[in-house]
């Protein structure tokens, strides 16, 4: 048996039909930048997620440079600021920040939900600190709760960096409802992905929005007047009509998702490989299985010899990085042995029940 760790063909299949009308309705439009199909999906995005507003975007990386753009726009940061982010998020969090002329603070993690530590962030705070960047690595949501408190007692901006939270809740309440407001992916690989890079930024600032929405667009709202110094960062009309097909299965294809993890959780029994935890705060979206073994290697290569293929989330912490040398001097023990030692494992709605079951007795079989 050969089980990819994703295969895009097979989870995009139940759509085919349906993308390809949709893209037939863009192409006999004549409309292919900034037309019906992105204003509907944001309608229908924002809906989702229960905000006011929600402005489609090239990426999720440019959702939120943006915001941070934009509040500087309206004088709310200025350069050099601090932003405090997990030391153990995706290299795209950090580059946000500096590319929007701000200075990343990078804090450890919780070891257990891999997600930013309130007790680091309050460490972290300084004179400088303007606000906080919480990532829902995985698919799980931050512990948000301590955040807003400590944000509110120190007057700071709270961002999240949901591009791996689509449907997630915490407390009840989605992903992008939970900050001032939030950058979301549809990256291919996304539980909601598109067929190609999109983004969004959801928010119920009304001034905020209509900032992020005039700065992807050249700093313009009628065209040829520029009233800011914007960008192009603008989600197309075939990739909002794509996401507008997929939406309405969010939900669906989450179970499927929450119904493999779940056989994983209760199935998976090894000593040697420790399973992800889900906090009792809300419910996991299930972006990405991750598990944490010692020999790595090893691991994925008793895995591949079973034809079931594994990815790592993410082999090099972003302070390792060539592209940050200013950050490699930073202890961060906790992030870095996460980055040595974790494994994701197939987990998509495309998976057969003799699959899961492949992958369940591999990694229980693994070091016996």
């Known amino acids: 048996m050969n089980i990819p760790f994703l295969d895009f063909k097979a989870v995009n299949e139940p759509y085919f039909e349906a993308i390809q009308e949709a893209v037939k309705r863009v192409l006999e439009s004549g409309w292919y930048i900034l037309g019906k199909e992105v204003e509907a999906f944001e309608h229908e995005f924002s809906t989702y997620c229960g905000v006011d507003h929600c402005i489609g975007v090239g990426n999720g990386l440019d959702a939120l440079i943006l915001i941070f753009d934009a509040w500087k726009t309206m004088g709310l940061l200025q350069d050099g600021d601090e932003v405090i982010v997990p030391a153990n998020t995706y290299i795209a969090s950090i580059l946000a920040i500096g590319k929007a002329g701000l200075a990343p603070v990078l804090v450890e993690p919780n070891p257990d939900t891999f997600n930013i530590s309130p007790k680091a962030i309050e460490k972290a705070i300084t004179s400088k600190t303007r606000a906080i960047m919480a990532v829902h690595l995985y698919g799980q949501c931050a512990d948000m709760d301590p955040i807003h408190e400590l944000a509110t007692k120190n007057k700071l901006k709270v961002v999240e960096d949901a591009a791996q939270a689509h449907g997630a809740t915490y407390r009840t309440k989605k992903a992008g409802t939970l900050s001032d407001a939030a950058g979301f992916s549809f990256y291919p690989g996304k539980n909601l992905g598109a067929i190609g890079d999109a983004g969004a930024v959801v928010t119920n600032d009304q001034e905020l929005a209509q900032t992020i929405s005039t700065l992807r667009n050249y700093g313009s709202q009628e065209k040829y007047v520029n009233r800011l110094k914007g960008q192009n960062s603008r989600l197309d009309e075939i990739q909002a009509a794509i996401l507008r097909v997929k939406l309405p299965f969010l939900d669906r294809d989450t179970e499927l998702r929450s119904r493999i993890a779940e056989a994983y959780l209760q199935g998976i029994s090894n000593p040697l490989v420790d399973l992800p935890e889900v906090a009792a705060y809300g419910t996991h979206c299930w972006h990405l299985f991750v598990v944490r073994v010692k020999d790595r290697n ?71």
């Open 298 to 368: 090893a691991f994925q290569m008793h895995m591949a010899n079973h034809g079931i293929g594994t990815t790592i989330h993410y082999p090099i912490p972003p302070h390792h990085q060539s592209a940050y040398k200013e950050l490699q001097n930073q202890s961060l023990p906790i992030t870095e042995q996460i980055h040595r030692e974790v494994v994701s494992i197939p987990l998509n709605p495309a998976m057969r029940p003799s699959e899961i079951q492949a992958v369940i007795d591999a990694i229980s079989q693994y070091g016996k």
